[in-house]
């Protein structure tokens, strides 16, 4: 499997693949607040060996149903 560097993101095959810091300083979130939202299953972590990676376009979908939670209250 080929891998290439893309500004920081780690691309494999089509996905994106995030850090942990990375994925918090996209959704303007804390570590923990990522490590929290990651325990409830919000969000969606790869494990790795003992990396964390986190798709990016299921980052952005698992925050979906949020936004639109937001939004009808």
Not at 2 to 15: A, I, M
Not at 36 to 61: D, H, P, Q, W
């Amino acid at each position: 499997m080929e891998r290439t560097k893309l500004n920081s993101v780690e691309k494999t095959d089509t996905r994106l693949l995030l850090s942990r810091k990375e994925t918090a300083n996209l959704l303007g979130i804390s570590l923990p607040t990522l490590d929290s939202y990651t325990r409830k299953g919000i969000i969606k972590a790869r494990v790795l060996g003992n990396i964390i990676r986190y798709e990016y376009y299921e980052v952005m979908n698992s925050l979906k149903p949020l936004r639109d939670e937001r939004t009808a209250s």
